[in-house]
C-alpha cells in the first residue's frame, strides 16, 4: 500500500553526495522536477524511493538512522524551480526568486504550525529542517490507501453510507484541531485523505502554504483542485474561513457517491448546473446525508456550515442540516394552507 505525503529547524546550507549547483535559467511554467536518487542521504535520513511528485513539492519514502521509514515532502514548485538530473540543488530564474523564497516561508511556518499538533486524524510532522537551498517536512509513515483510491475500487457501485459516516465523523475531529489553532486546509479532497488499514483516516497534505502564493502579487498559477475548491478560493479570498473547509467535505461526499467531484464552483457562479444530491440519489441514501451535502455546497459562504462542529453534529445525526433551498409551488401551497387551518 502507498503511505501518505507530508515538516523542523533551519539548518546550514549543504551541498551532499558531490552534487553541483547550475546557474539559474528563466524557467518555463510546468517543468518537470528531478527527484533525489534513491540512497541520498538528506541530513539523517536515507531517501528510499519517491512516493508522489506535483507541481508543488516532491514526497519520498525515507529511512531515519534508527532504519525507521518516515514520509519527507520537499517543497519544490515546477512553475518557479527547475532541478536537472546530476544536481541536488535548484536553479532559480531570477525574476522567480523573490516568489520562491516566499513560498519557502509560508512552507515552513505551515511546518512548524503543524509540528504543534498532535491528533490521530491529522498528518503527524515530527522535523523539519532546510537543506539544498529548501524546506523538508519529515511525517510519520502511515500503511493504508487514499479515500480516492477508494472510491476507484468501488467499481461496482458508491461507498456506503455507514462508511462515508464513520470516516467524516473521525475526520471532522482532526479538522477541528486544525481549525482551533487557526489553520485551514485549503486542499481537502479525496486524494488528501488517508485511510489507515485499521479504517481510521488521517487528513493530509495542507494546502495552505500553496495558497499563499497565488494572492495578488504572487505570478504563480493557483493551485486548488477544482471541484472541491469554494468560490471564495478563486476570489473574495477574504472570505476564507471554516465553512470554506466544509465546501470540500461536502464535495468529497459527494464524490464517494457518483465517483467524481462536483461542478466547479467557478464554473457554479457562472452558470450553476450542480444538481443537488437530493435528487441524484433520493431513496438510495439517506435524506439526511443528501441534505448534508447540498448545505455545504452552498455558493453562499454564510449558507454553509459555520463550523465544523455543526456540521460534525449532522454527520453524527444529531441534528438536522440547515438546508437553503427554494420550496416548490407545492411546497409554499400546503405552507399557505396550514397557515390558513391553523394547523
Known amino acids: 500500500m502507498r503511505p501518505y505525503n507530508a515538516g523542523g529547524h533551519f539548518l546550514k546550507r549543504r551541498y551532499h553526495n558531490g552534487y553541483k549547483r547550475r546557474a539559474a535559467t528563466p524557467l518555463m511554467p510546468q517543468q518537470a522536477n528531478q527527484p533525489l536518487p534513491d540512497g541520498y542521504q538528506l541530513e539523517n535520513y ?56 516566499y513560498g519557502l516561508k509560508c512552507f515552513f511556518e505551515e511546518g512548524r504550525s503543524l509540528a504543534g499538533l498532535s491528533h490521530p486524524n491529522v498528518v503527524r510532522v515530527l522535523n523539519f529542517f532546510r537543506a539544498n537551498e529548501t524546506v523538508y517536512m519529515v511525517m510519520r509513515y502511515e500503511r493504508g490507501r487514499t479515500l480516492q483510491e477508494h472510491i476507484q475500487a468501488r467499481r461496482r457501485g458508491a461507498v456506503k453510507e455507514s462508511f462515508i459516516r464513520h470516516v467524516f465523523s473521525l475526520l471532522l475531529n482532526g479538522l477541528r484541531e486544525v481549525h482551533s489553532n ?59 474561513g471554516p465553512w470554506s473547509d466544509c465546501y470540500a467535505i461536502g464535495a468529497s461526499i459527494f464524490a464517494c457517491l457518483s465517483g467524481m467531484a462536483p461542478q466547479p464552483a467557478d464554473q457554479r457562479l457562472e452558470k450553476d448546473r450542480y444538481v443537488s444530491a437530493t435528487k441524484l440519489w433520493n431513496g438510495k441514501v439517506s ?15 454564510m449558507k454553509r456550515p459555520q463550523s465544523v462542529f455543526a456540521l460534525q453534529k449532522v454527520l453524527l445525526r444529531e441534528k438536522e442540516p440547515e438546508v437553503h433551498r427554494k420550496k416548490s409551488f407545492a411546497e409554499n401551497l400546503r405552507g399557505v394552507w396550514l397557515k390558513v387551518s391553523g394547523r
Not at 497565488?214 to 493551485?223: A, F, I, K, S, Y
Open 287 to 301: 435524506r439526511q446525508l443528501l441534505e448534508t451535502i447540498d448545505w455545504c455546497l452552498e455558493l453562499d459562504h
Open 46 to 101: 536515507r531517501i528510499s524511493s519517491v512516493l508522489s511528485c506535483g507541481g508543488f513539492s516532491i514526497v519520498y519514502l525515507a529511512y531515519d538512522d534508527n532504519d525507521h521509514p518516515v514520509a519527507i515532502k520537499e517543497y519544490l514548485p515546477s512553475q518557479l524551480a527547475l532541478r536537472k538530473e546530476g544536481d541536488a540543488l535548484p536553479s532559480i530564474a531570477e525574476e522567480n526568486l523573490a516568489t520562491f523564497r
Open 182 to 240: 487557526k489553520l485551514l486546509h485549503l486542499d481537502i479532497k479525496p486524494a488528501n485523505i488517508y485511510i489507515r488499514n485499521d479504517g481510521t483516516p488521517l487528513l493530509i497534505d495542507f494546502g495552505a502554504a500553496r495558497q499563499t502564493l497565488t494572492q495578488e502579487g504572487m505570478r504563480l498559477n493557483p493551485m486548488y483542485t477544482p471541484g472541491f475548491a469554494p468560490p471564495e478560493q478563486y476570489k473574495n479570498r477574504d472570505l476564507l
